[in-house]
């Protein structure tokens, strides 16, 4: 009990294995990630089995996996600070899901929006793709996720909130049927790091999923391919450097500049007063260049190592595996299961 309070708090968050990661995972979501590794013991997964929740092609999950984990690593994830590991390769993930899902009601799960918006996409699509349980059960398992490591700060974006709740609910459920066992987690949505704005339609976020393929900034885009988009953003027909509601393209190039550049909006704008749309794009373009070809640059060298990956993600998998372990044999004998198995 006495060095209860010089214990480093936990955190926990996952990500789904998408590929390329874009300039907004990385401000809102990635950078962040590094900086708690330093204050924090940190279990950060590469979730493939909610991957599997929508329809995907297995040769590709496979290669997104590692990109994603050399991508991780390029930007700054230290083996030696934290624990990366891919979901599936961890037991307890889906067992706990079971139990969670005995507590949760099925309406709650059919209430949540983002099961709802997924849901009618795969209705609306071409044929009409049928939906999957595990859809539904998706923030089930994202519960279990991060109750298993007892975690107490899960850093998330904005849309996870309502999948947080669900989180602290299951928690506080299990902890009521049967005794206290979860700590409830918080929810750690960054203040800073703003969202990030598609180049072509600034008033949508940058994602993976627009159509136009120059709204997107990829950190292993080249450096030609990203000059390229930056100096074809959309802007206004105006000519002044200046953030403002109505000049939402200009202010995503603002932002973008203030976040890879750490400098305040009210310095940029000061050094680009009087000068034109084109020169503030190409600095633009310069800082971004200066930010991801180093990280470039190490995930190409990190991808002809596979071997060295999986060694990082075999060590993060085996700490993750003793944290579950420890958590997986509480909630079975709360559970009342019978344990004639494991050695005495
Ligand atoms: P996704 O794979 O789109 O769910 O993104 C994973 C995480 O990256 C989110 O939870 C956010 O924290 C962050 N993120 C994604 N897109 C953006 C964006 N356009 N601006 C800022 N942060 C973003
Ligand atoms: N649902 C999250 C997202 O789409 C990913 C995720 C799965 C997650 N399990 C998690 C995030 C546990 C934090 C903690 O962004």
């Excluded at 071997?307 to 579950?324: D, F, I, M, N, T």
């Amino acid at each position: 009990m006495e060095n209860q309070s010089l214990q480093k708090k936990v955190v926990l968050t996952c990500a789904q294995p998408t590929g390329k990661l874009h300039l907004g995972n990385y401000i809102g979501a990635v950078r962040q990630w590094v900086k708690m590794q330093e204050d924090y013991e940190c279990y950060f997964g590469i979730v493939d089995m909610h991957a599997i929740t929508m329809p995907y092609v297995p040769a590709e999950l496979r290669k997104n996996t590692y990109m994603c984990a050399a991508q991780y690593l390029a930007c700054g994830l230290d083996p030696d600070k934290c624990s990366m590991f891919i979901q599936s390769n961890v037991r307890g993930h889906a067992e706990l899901t079971w139990i969670l899902a005995c507590l949760c009601p099925i309406g709650q799960l059919e209430r949540m929006t983002q099961f709802k918006d997924k849901a009618r996409k795969l209705s609306e699509g071409a044929g009409g793709v049928s939906i999957g349980s595990g859809l539904l059960f998706y923030p089930v398992l994202m519960a279990a996720d991060i109750l298993i490591y007892n975690a107490d700060l899960v850093p998330v974006g904005e849309d996870q909130k309502q999948h947080m709740e669900l989180a602290r609910d299951l928690a506080q459920k299990f902890n009521n049927t049967y005794s206290p066992t979860f700590n409830l987690p918080e929810a750690y949505i960054p203040k800073t790091g703003a969202r990030i704005m598609s180049l072509q339609n600034p008033d949508a976020k940058m994602s993976k999923s627009d159509k136009n393929a120059l709204g997107s900034l990829y950190m292993i885009d080249t450096p030609d391919v990203l000059r390229k988009k930056i100096m074809s953003a959309v802007t206004d027909s105006g000519s002044e450097v200046k953030f403002a509601e109505e000049k939402s393209g200009i202010s995503n190039l603002i932002s973008i500049m203030s976040s890879v550049t750490d400098k305040s909006v009210s310095d940029i704008e000061s050094e680009f007063a009087g000068k034109q749309y084109g020169a503030f794009k190409k600095a633009v373009a310069d800082a971004v260049i200066a930010k991801f070809d180093p990280i470039r640059i190490k995930y190409e060298e990190l991808m002809t190592d596979k071997a060295y990956l999986e060694s990082v993600l075999k060590r993060g998998a085996a700490a993750a595996q003793r944290r579950a372990d420890k958590m997986m044999s509480k909630v079975y004998r709360k559970a009342g299961y019978v344990d004639a198995i494991s050695s005495k």
